[in-house]
């Protein structure tokens, strides 16, 4: 990762920033957004956890966020 050029990098931190889960499937969302995760330094220390739980449920279709209901990925 620290081999990325500066522009590539920032680009896939927006890419994490805007990810939702649209018409992917939850493991399939679930791969990306670990995978994009690693490009933004905030949500990858132990006291970001929750914000990256947060962050992972924001992105999840409604449909699925309703299934879940108040339980909350924690």
Do not use: W
């Given at each position: 990762?620290k081999?990325?050029?500066?522009?590539?990098?920032?680009?896939?931190?927006?890419?994490f920033?805007?990810?939702k889960?649209?018409n992917?499937?939850?493991?399939?969302?679930?791969?990306?957004?670990?995978?994009?995760?690693?490009f933004?330094?905030?949500?990858?220390?132990?006291?970001?956890?929750?914000?990256?739980?947060?962050?992972?449920?924001?992105?999840?279709?409604?449909?699925?966020?309703?299934?879940?209901?108040?339980?909350?990925?924690?």
């Amino acid at each position: 990762r620290k081999y990325f050029p500066a522009d590539v990098k920032n680009k896939k931190v927006i890419e994490f920033m805007e990810l939702k889960q649209g018409n992917l499937s939850v493991a399939e969302y679930s791969a990306k957004f670990e995978a994009l995760c690693v490009f933004s330094p905030h949500y990858n220390t132990v006291e970001a956890e929750e914000d990256k739980c947060v962050k992972f449920e924001s992105g999840l279709r409604p449909d699925i966020k309703q299934l879940i209901g108040f339980s909350e990925i924690r």
